[in-house]
């Protein structure tokens, strides 16, 4: 530091004293009360704020997880139930699982007998073998006679056990054959209600054929019944031409329908015969249908 | 022992440190602050404006905004270069809206012009011979000589004597460099001294 920065900072130093002695300006109490009171209402209204917003949230909280554990435990098991009927459905089509009751009720007797005669073998197997050697003249206490009594145990047991095995396998195979009776008879007692359903609405369609058939006939015999009149030389005038013409068109459409119905109803009547075999088509039915037709029916009855 | 210990604790606390706790809260945290801070801060207003209503305006904004801005507040640098940052940007644009900056600011625009201050125009017969003498009256020289100080240079000198602030700190609040704050300082006190020596004499308090 040379002269002059130290002559220079000492100046500084008086001036700095000087300034330390100047009067100590403060602001007025009024004011600091005034900035005082803002700092506080300041802190006041941010805690009212943090607590407002931490009631919030923790309200929230609670809610959540008051439901927390059991929404996930349902579901998951919801999630799981879903699964299983799902996979169920896709790999077990149609099949019929019997309960062990039900395949009782359902097996023959001679079934039934030959499963309790096999029980019956199982149990007297034991006591058999032993009674065996004494049947056959031996002595179990017989040294020389152990061996071939063994041997004629081992064929007696082997025996029985062919015997057991066949008898067995008798039973599974009527078991099955009656499971596959039960289904059949099953199949058939809904195709039964599917073709009653078929039959009724074959009738139906008879039925509804043979009203618009009865009215289109009217409406035939009253055509022709009006050309009739028209064919009158006294009606042959030159303004009921044009009519006449018309009516005539009438007459072969109306025909044309009549026909046309009779084949359906005929066609119908047929269909219905073959479901229901016994079935005898009324007179007045008959009656709508060509003479043809009548003939044809009656022949075939 | 113990309350001494928390007397010596709370005395040591920074400034950083209380203002903190007042954002998390602590209404004594402020106070103590503000005790410490209020007179400097006050004086820095009155003695840059010279007005003590318009001193009290802008001291009590400055402190608005520190309470307002508290739960903002980050320890990037220490509370007193912030303290002071806010209310030099607060003079300046006050000085600005009253329209003095152009009488006030515009002339030291160089660092020559700042070398010159406003008193040498003022009449040395406008002080009394008995003012010059009375060592009492030293004081009240310096006052007006400071009132007659450009604004770069007074705002130096009072940063400095008022908040205690290094020539850095000082550089880092006014926007300016190391360098230019250190001569705007020297400048000051040169002109102070020159100041009170025309009006007092010789400066030999």
């Given amino acids: 530091m040379t002269e002059v920065d130290k002559n220079q900072q000492a100046e500084q130093q008086k001036i700095s004293d000087l300034y330390a002695t100047l009067k100590q300006e ?44 059991p929404l996930s435990i349902a579901a998951s098991i919801l999630f799981v139930s879903v699964i299983f009927i799902d996979q169920t459905s896709k790999f077990m089509p149609g099949s019929v699982i019997l309960a062990p009751q039900e395949i009782n009720e359902l097996m023959p007797d001679s079934a039934k007998s030959s499963i309790a005669r096999d029980s019956n073998n199982n149990a007297n197997l034991n006591s058999e073998a032993k009674e065996q050697p004494e049947v056959l003249g031996l002595s179990i206490n017989d040294g020389a006679g152990d061996e071939l009594t063994s041997t004629v145990v081992e064929d007696k047991h082997a025996q029985l056990q062919g015997e057991q095995t066949a008898l067995a396998k008798q039973a599974v195979r009527e078991k099955q054959q009656l499971t596959e009776r039960t289904l059949v008879e099953k199949q058939k007692r809904e195709s039964t209600a599917v073709g009653e359903s078929q039959t009724q609405l074959v009738l139906l ?13 009217a409406q035939l015999v009253i055509l022709q019944q009006q050309e009739g009149v028209k064919l ?30 009779q084949d359906t109803l005929f066609a119908q009547m047929n269909a219905y015969k073959q479901q229901v075999l016994d079935w005898q088509a009324s007179d007045e039915l008959l009656s709508l249908l060509s003479r043809e037709q009548q003939q044809l029916w009656l022949n075939s009855r | 022992m113990l309350p001494i210990n928390n007397e010596k604790e709370q005395e040591q606390e920074t400034d950083e440190t209380l203002m ?23 004086r820095y207003f009155l003695r840059q404006l010279g007005n003590h209503a318009l001193a ?11 309470i307002s801005q508290a739960p903002k507040y980050q320890i990037k640098a220490k509370f007193s270069t912030w303290l002071y940052t806010l209310a030099q940007h607060k003079l300046i644009d006050h000085i600005r809206h009253i329209k003095v900056v152009e009488r006030v600011i515009e002339a030291p625009s160089s660092e020559s012009k700042e070398s010159e201050p406003s008193w040498q125009s003022q009449g040395v017969n406008e002080l009394t011979p008995h003012l010059q003498l009375e060592k009492s009256h030293a004081s009240a020289a ?17 940063l400095k004597e008022e908040a205690g602030l290094s020539v850095d700190v000082i550089a880092q609040i006014l926007g300016a460099n190391y360098e230019a704050c250190k001569s705007r300082l020297r400048y000051a006190y040169e002109n102070l001294r020159q100041c009170i020596s025309h009006k007092i004499g010789q400066l030999t308090l």
Avoid: M
């Fill in chain 1, 26 to 69: 403060q602001p007025t109490a009024e004011l600091d009360q005034r900035i005082l009171d803002l700092a506080k209402q300041q802190v006041a209204s941010r805690e009212s704020a943090l607590k407002t917003k931490a009631q919030i949230l923790s309200v929230d909280k609670r809610s959540w997880r008051r439901w927390q554990w």
């Fill in chain 1, 205 to 217: 369609e008879i039925e509804t054929l043979q009203q618009r058939l009865s009215i289109k006939q």
């Fill in chain 1, 232 to 261: 009158r030389p006294d009606s042959l005038r030159e303004n009921n031409i044009a009519r006449f013409s018309l009516n005539t068109l009438k007459l072969k459409e109306l025909k044309t329908q009549v026909s046309e119905l």
């Fill in chain 2, 20 to 42: 903190q706790r007042y954002a998390l809260g602590d209404f004594a945290a402020f106070e103590q602050l503000y005790q410490r801070h209020k007179g400097g801060l006050y």
């Fill in chain 2, 56 to 66: 009290e305006d802008l001291f009590q904004d400055i402190w608005s905004k520190v």
């Fill in chain 2, 142 to 158: 310096l006052k007006t000589c400071i009132q007659g100080l450009p604004l770069v240079q007074k705002d130096c000198f009072l």
